[in-house]
């Protein structure tokens, strides 16, 4: 299992930066995914879950109207776009395979908003 998320960086407050995952080594479109960062000296949060065929998603009200998760099952690539970004998003974000407990992780991509 390999997922290697891309799209990372640095952004103004309001800002806006899409992050992208991409799966392989497994049959990407029969597992749900998610998102999760993990902010400066504090544990990991999850941010956004997408079922298997991207009917169903959930997010954490902290990104709420502000971050919408996708997937295109044909490309095995998993999305985050990430709108009116705020300093407290400022974290290293990870995709996962799975839906509340996760078996694999990507390496992460960091997200930095300052002015």
């Known amino acids: 299992v390999q997922l290697v998320e891309s799209g990372g960086g640095m952004v103004q407050p309001g800002g806006s930066l899409r992050l992208s995952c991409a799966a392989s080594?497994?049959?990407?479109?029969?597992?749900?995914m998610s998102w999760v960062r993990q902010a400066p000296g504090k544990g990991s949060e999850w941010v956004s879950s997408i079922s298997t065929g991207g009917s169903t998603t959930y997010y954490a009200d902290s990104v709420k109207g502000r971050f919408t998760i996708s997937r295109d099952n044909a490309k095995n690539t998993l999305y985050l776009q990430m709108n009116s970004l705020k300093p407290e998003d400022t974290a290293l974000y990870y995709c996962?395979?799975?839906?509340?407990?996760?078996?694999?992780w990507g390496q992460g991509t960091q997200v930095t908003v300052s002015s």
């Open positions: 996962a395979r799975g839906w509340g407990s996760y078996d694999y």
């Open positions: 080594e497994f049959t990407f479109s029969r597992y749900d």
